[in-house]
C-alpha cells in the first residue's frame, strides 16, 4: 500500500529544501562525528567485564521479560541504581531504557496543570517533547538569558515554576552560567532541572557531569544524565531525591508502559561508571584535546566561525543546507567523519557542521581537519 499523498509531500518537500534525512552508512573515517567522547562504547574492558559480571552472578538471560513494575525489574537494577546515586552523591537514581525516555516521562508527568515550565528555547527535542506531554503551561526564554527568564518568573507568582536547562547543549556545545541560575532559581523558590547528557564522562575529575564538578547538584530539583553518549552505553537516570523517584515509577509513562533494559544493558551501565572511577586519563586526556582543538581554530583564524564553547561539542556555523552539506562531503573526502547538521533541526541560517572531540583524536588528526577545513572555506 502507497503512502498517502499528504505524506509523500511532506518527504517531497524536505527533498526541495534539501533536507532530507538518511540513514548514514558505516565508514572508516577519523570519528568527529560520535557522542562516544572517551572511548568507552569501544572499550573491550568495558566489554568483557559488563559480560563477566553476568556470568559471575547467573544472570544468563537475554531480555527483561516485561516492564519493571511487571516481571523485568531483575536484581541488576537496584545494584546499579545505588552506584549510580552513590557516584552523583544523589539520594536516588532511577534508570530509564533512554534519554528520550527520560525527559519524555520526567516533563509528561512532573510538572501538574496551573505550574508553569520555562524553558531554554535551544532545549532537545526530546524535553520539548515531553514539555508538550505535560499539563502544564510552558514558555521559553531567549538562550542562556536569565535576565529574560527572570521576567517570565515574576509574571507568575504563587506559582509552582519549573525551570530547564542543560548543562551542555548538544548543537551549539555552549553552556550556561549554572552558578546564577541556581541563585536565581532559589531567590524565587523555583524548581530546577538540568539534562547533562553531554557532560557525563567530560566535566570533573572523574566524569561525574558539570553539576556535581561545581557543586550546585545538591542545590537543584532534578538531574537527568544519559549514558548514550560519554558512558558509550545505552539508557538514562533521571537524579534526584526518594520521594521524587517514588513519583515517577507511580506516573511516567515511559516507565510504566515499557520493557526493561536487559541484564546485558544494565550490567554495562553498571561497568562503564566503574571505569569512570579508574580511568581518569582518558578523561584528562579529552580535556587537553578540547583545549588544543580551540588553540588551532584560533591559529588557523576559524574561531569566527565557531560558536563558543569549552565542551566535546564545537560547532560551526556554514548557512544555508546545500552549502554546509558540500562542506561536510569535502570533509569527508578527505577522510574525517563530520556531520553537517541542517534545519529544521536548527534554525534556519543556523546550519553548522558539528565537530566532536574524543579522547582518542590525536592531535595529528585535529590539526588536519581544522586546516582542511581552513583550506576550503577561505
Excluded: W
Aim: proline fraction near 3%; include cysteine.
Amino acid at each position: 500500500m502507497k503512502l498517502p499523498e499528504n505524506l509523500i509531500q511532506k518527504l517531497e518537500n524536505r527533498k526541495q529544501n534539501n533536507s532530507l534525512r538518511q540513514l548514514p552508512s558505516f565508514n572508516n573515517l577519523v570519528d568527529f562525528s560520535s557522542n562516544d567522547y572517551i572511548g568507552f562504547s569501544k572499550s573491550e574492558s568495558v566489554f568483557k567485564l559488563a559480560h563477566h559480571y553476568l556470568i559471575e552472578n547467573e544472570l544468563i538471560q537475554n531480555g527483561a521479560t516485561g516492564s519493571r513494575l511487571i516481571s523485568g525489574n531483575h536484581s541488576l537494577y537496584q545494584i546499579t541504581e545505588s552506584f549510580v546515586a552513590q557516584f552523583h552523591d544523589a539520594e536516588s537514581a532511577l534508570i530509564f531504557n533512554s534519554g528520550y525516555d527520560a525527559n519524555v516521562g520526567f516533563f509528561g508527568a512532573v510538572p501538574q496543570r496551573n505550574d508553569v515550565i520555562l524553558y531554554d528555547e535551544l532545549s532537545h527535542a526530546s524535553i520539548r517533547d515531553g514539555i508538550i506531554m505535560s499539563n502544564a503551561k510552558s514558555y521559553r526564554f531567549n538562550h542562556n538569558d536569565f535576565e529574560d527568564l527572570e521576567r517570565l518568573i515574576l509574571k507568575f507568582p504563587d506559582t509552582t515554576i519549573y525551570i530547564v536547562t542543560e548543562t551542555v547543549f548538544s548543537m551549539d556545545g555552549d553552556s550556561p552560567n549554572l552558578e546564577e541560575l541556581v541563585v536565581l532559581s532559589e531567590k524565587y523558590n523555583c524548581f530546577l532541572v538540568v539534562d547533562e547528557a553531554h557532560t557525563l564522562g567530560v566535566f570533573g575529575e572523574k566524569g561525574e557531569g558539570l553539576m556535581q564538578y561545581l557543586q550546585l547538584h545538591n542545590r537543584i530539583f532534578a538531574r537527568i544524565m544519559t549514558f548514550g553518549k560519554g558512558l558509550g552505553c545505552h539508557g538514562a537516570a533521571v537524579l534526584g531525591s526518594v520521594e521524587l523517584k517514588e513519583y515517577l515509577i507511580n506516573f511516567a509513562r515511559s516507565f510504566i508502559y515499557t520493557t526493561g533494559l536487559s541484564p546485558h544493558s544494565v550490567s554495562t551501565i553498571l561497568t562503564a561508571y566503574q571505569h569512570l572511577e579508574t580511568e581518569k586519563l582518558v578523561i584528562e586526556k579529552l580535556r587537553m584535546n578540547i583545549i588544543f582543538f580551540n588553540q588551532q581554530k584560533n591559529l588557523l583564524g576559524l574561531k569566527p566561525m565557531f560558536v563558543r564553547s569549552k565542551s566535546a561539542i564545537q560547532s560551526a556555523i556554514v548557512p544555508g543546507n546545500e552549502n554546509v552539506k558540500k562542506l561536510a562531503q569535502q570533509l569527508q573526502d578527505k577522510g574525517f567523519d563530520v556531520k553537517p547538521i541542517l534545519s529544521p533541526t536548527v534554525p534556519e541560517g543556523q546550519e553548522r557542521l558539528r565537530f566532536c572531540i574524543h579522547s582518542y583524536n590525536s592531535e595529528e588528526e585535529i590539526s588536519q581537519v581544522l586546516q582542511s577545513l581552513g583550506n576550503f572555506v577561505f
